[in-house]
């Protein structure tokens, strides 16, 4: 028996992502019991390092272990109860998974779709929630399915006007594209680390804000089935899963400890490696980064002749998707450049499925050579493959963006 080995790949699909090698060293740490002060601190680190990763105030930042939908689960089923109405935007394929969780919690589902490769307009989504009056809106800020990046900005006041609780997954998007939780009202945020934060899938923070934190404690401590008398409504039938259960999860971040799970403390080192890899760079200066590595593979891309996908004002820097040219054998591309240049890029799902190849430029990944050494495989084996292109235009379009020419 051989201990593990793996081909150096460069990850340039939409995630998962090569990690910052000081998260991969920062999971090498041993343990310590889950509640020595040692790890409590950590604990307490972690989340003070979390509430400035997410730009805000709330108390309750934290971790959920599990990956990114975990965090989502968490949010959702802790939040909705049986029949509760849950408005959800869709505009790519994790927009249809909201969706799922939000209908397994038994909530009253509400979608309103646009097509993929688009993003709604507020007042779109503003009418949806005068006709719904939801408890929940749920919206995706950065669909990596269509590398589209839904603006969040103004959402947070039509919410509160209307009296609508108001979550969104920045899974894609954290990091490499702008979140400003407490600016913008929203209630919970839920990631994970696989994306711009350069970490292992496993991990979701989340943040909750207290009127948040408000609706889910009524669910709290309630005996199955029997509603509480305390509150007039529905409310306080008891949330389905214990994992995911809230209340329960916060009390054993809180100062009570009260025992839920055993941490994932690994995932936990992970977690906050990646944060102290963000703040220690700086959010400017990583948003910058992935700014430039996206803009340098887009204009890349389109150098060498290629058409990327969607509306490009509104996609996240991080990713891009690329129409597969006519003739072209989109799979048989992926296969060369990972086993001739140990280079991963991504595929596509749903309505774009062998239409569209997807190529991130993410976190520990966001770097100009990343780029230059992804563009330069894809030229050499696309013309290996018949297709005809400018040679060397796609790097050199590149490195002008690096430059600041472009
Ligand atoms: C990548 C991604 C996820 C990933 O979920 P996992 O459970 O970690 O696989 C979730 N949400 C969005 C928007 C994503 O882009």
Known sequence: MQPISLPPRLLMGPGPINCYPRVLTAMSTQLVGQYDPAMTDYMNDTMALYRRVFNTQNQQTFLIDGTSRAGIE???VSCLEPGDKVLIPIFGRFGHLLAEIAERADAEVHTIEVPWGEVFDPQQIEDAIKKVQPKLLAVVQGDTSTTMFQPLEELGTICRAHDVLFYTDATASIGGNPLNVDEWQIDAVTVGLQKCLGGPS??????LSDRFVEVVRKRAHVEAGIRDAHHESASGLRIRSNYFD???IMDYWGEERLNHHTEAATMLFGSRECAVQLLSEGQDAVLLRHQLAGDAMLKGIQAMGL??????????SNVVGIHIPDNVDGEKVRHDLLHLFNIEIGTSFGPLKGKVWRIGTMGYNARQDAVLHTLQSLETVLRRAGFVLPAGEAVDAAMLVYAGER
């Open 74 to 76: 968490a949010a959702l």
């Open 307 to 316: 058409k990327p996908f969607g509306d490009l004002k509104h996609k996240m």
């Open 202 to 207: 496993g991990s979701a923070p989340i943040t």
């Open 246 to 248: 809230l209340p329960m």
